[in-house]
């Protein structure tokens, strides 16, 4: 059997035993669904990275990786928080007429226990109350109050409506002291459950946001559960895969071939 092959029939049992932790987990109610970006785009919501870009065009400099928290707050400091939130509204198409896709409709008919989401807009909640799932949201610390034990969506990185958007350098230096309830929620949900991340990229802000507290004492050690990451947009890399495996994310690339063991849904 020659290496390669061995190789891909590894990758593969790793892909089959991801997917059969994750159903145990859904027939368990012990799976945490972490919603980013990439769910919004097919509604006609910008990523962060073509949402940084539109900032650019407006402070006439050219786009660089690595530079997503910083050029919003280039911006914000430029032309003061009035323009700030009115350019961030408009460059996320906040108040259009936008309508939830197939992947919020496919999120919402898991009907897990807890939602998390760093996106700003609406349509997740929408989709929610459509199919009648009802859930509380949770976007300010406030919230979690009324939460009681029910079905919950957190909003970690707030809203337009609520004006505490978290997109800038600052919010995130800020997040501990002004979200604290919510990161220590978010934190405890981590420790207890099996949670999946869709809609993110490995070098999103808001997915090393959270990673920084996967790899915390408090969150990680022997009895932590298990942490998968759906990357969608890059080809299999086997250092990246190790590197994030060290601080409990397993990547799960979906060009691999699953289809012999069906839906992992």
Same mark, same amino acid.
């Given at each position: 059997?020659?290496?390669s &092959?061995?190789?891909?029939?590894?990758k593969?049992?790793?892909?089959e $035993?991801s997917?059969?932790?994750?159903?145990?987990?859904?027939k368990?109610k012990? %799976?945490?669904?972490?919603?980013?970006?990439?769910?919004?785009?097919a509604?006609? #919501?910008?990523?962060?990275?073509?949402?940084v870009k539109? +900032?650019?065009s &407006? %402070?006439?400099?050219q786009?660089e990786?690595?530079?997503d928290?910083?050029?919003?707050q280039?911006y914000? &400091?430029?032309?003061?928080?009035?323009?700030y939130?009115?350019?961030?509204?408009?460059? +996320?198409r906040?108040q259009?007429?936008?309508?939830?896709n197939? +992947?919020h409709k496919?999120?919402?008919?898991?009907?897990v226990h807890?939602?998390?989401?760093?996106?700003y807009t609406d349509?997740l909640?929408? $989709?929610?109350?459509?199919?009648?799932y009802p859930y509380?949201?949770v976007?300010?610390?406030?919230d979690?109050?009324?939460?009681?034990n029910?079905?919950? %969506?957190i909003?970690?990185h707030?809203?337009?409506? &609520?004006?505490n958007?978290?997109l800038?350098?600052?919010?995130?230096?800020?997040?501990?002291?002004?979200?604290?309830?919510?990161?220590? +929620? #978010?934190?405890? #949900?981590f420790?207890?459950n099996v #949670?999946?991340?869709?809609?993110?990229?490995?070098r999103d802000p808001?997915f090393?946001q959270?990673?920084?507290?996967?790899?915390a004492?408090?969150c990680?050690g022997e009895?932590?559960?298990?942490?998968?990451? %759906? $990357?969608?947009?890059?080809?299999?890399?086997?250092?990246?895969?190790a590197y994030?495996?060290?601080f409990?994310?397993h990547?799960i690339?979906?060009?691999h071939?699953?289809r012999?063991?069906?839906?992992?849904?």
């Amino acid at each position: 059997m020659s290496e390669s &092959h061995t190789d891909q029939v590894e990758k593969n049992a790793f892909v089959e $035993e991801s997917i059969r932790i994750l159903r145990e987990a859904y027939k368990a109610k012990k %799976l945490v669904v972490v919603v980013g970006s990439g769910v919004d785009t097919a509604s006609g #919501v910008p990523s962060r990275k073509d949402a940084v870009k539109q +900032f650019c065009s &407006h %402070l006439q400099m050219q786009y660089e990786d690595g530079m997503d928290t910083r050029i919003p707050q280039y911006y914000f &400091h430029a032309r003061g928080k009035k323009a700030y939130t009115q350019l961030s509204k408009k460059i +996320f198409r906040y108040q259009e007429p936008l309508q939830p896709n197939a +992947f919020h409709k496919r999120i919402a008919e898991l009907d897990v226990h807890t939602l998390i989401t760093t996106n700003y807009t609406d349509l997740l909640e929408r $989709e929610l109350n459509r199919q009648g799932y009802p859930y509380q949201t949770v976007c300010k610390d406030q919230d979690l109050f009324c939460a009681a034990n029910g079905k919950t %969506l957190i909003k970690m990185h707030g809203d337009f409506a &609520h004006d505490n958007f978290i997109l800038k350098e600052e919010d995130y230096t800020a997040y501990s002291s002004d979200f604290h309830l919510i990161e220590t +929620f #978010v934190k405890s #949900v981590f420790a207890k459950n099996v #949670v999946l991340f869709l809609g993110f990229s490995l070098r999103d802000p808001d997915f090393l946001q959270i990673l920084s507290w996967i790899k915390a004492k408090d969150c990680a050690g022997e009895n932590s559960q298990q942490v998968y990451f %759906l $990357e969608s947009e890059k080809e299999e890399s086997n250092y990246e895969s190790a590197y994030f495996k060290n601080f409990g994310v397993h990547v799960i690339y979906t060009n691999h071939d699953t289809r012999a063991n069906g839906d992992s849904g």
